[in-house]
């Protein structure tokens, strides 16, 4: 889904939000850096197999998912991340490595660390590795209805 198609996407829900460019980055501490915004407060999409079903983890950059807990939590018997090949096709107008947290749109279940549901916005990439969006996290959470729960770690 490309910026244009978000944006679209949130014009037609009345969603007020932000676009925010930055140099080209690529890992989420990266895209936090160059936007100048805590890397807690960037949230990066993982991209997991979950009993070979496609599905999003959607954390602070500052974190990493801890797939053991995440399965624990939610039941599964086999948590792993996606290789881009499983999941390249499902976001055909993004750019490698810069999904939106979206899964509503893409047919993916899509899970958000507790941690980002305290802030007042949630900042994501919007497609690309040189744009994010920014809009209110109970905006985020009415459109797509993930499940919150605690998997995230701080990265060592």
């Known amino acids: ?6 944006r679209d996407y949130l014009d037609k829900e009345r969603v007020k939000y932000s676009v925010l ?15 100048h915004i805590p890397g807690h407060r960037v949230a990066k999409c ?3 197999s979950i009993d070979g079903e496609l599905a999003i983890a959607v954390l602070p950059a500052s ?22 090949a499983e999941f390249r096709d ?6 490698t490595g810069a999904m939106p947290p979206f899964g509503n ?11 980002l549901t305290t802030e007042e916005t949630i900042t994501f990439n919007g497609g690309t590795h040189t744009e994010l969006i920014q809009m209110a ?7 797509v209805r993930p499940k919150i729960i605690e998997f ?4 060592i």
């Open 63 to 84: 974190s990493n998912v801890d797939l053991d807990l995440l399965g624990w939590i939610g039941g599964a018997e086999r948590v792993e991340l996606a290789t881009e």
């Open 90 to 95: 499902r976001f055909p107008d993004c750019e």
């Open 137 to 143: 996290y109970r905006d985020f959470e009415r459109l």
């Open 46 to 48: 993982v991209i997991l």
């Open 1 to 6: 889904m490309s910026l244009r198609l978000i």
């Open 21 to 35: 460019t930055h140099s080209p980055a690529f890992t989420a501490q990266e895209i936090a850096a160059a936007s």
């Open 105 to 115: 749109l893409y047919g993916m279940q899509v899970f958000v660390s507790e941690e």
């Open 152 to 155: 995230a770690r701080p990265r």
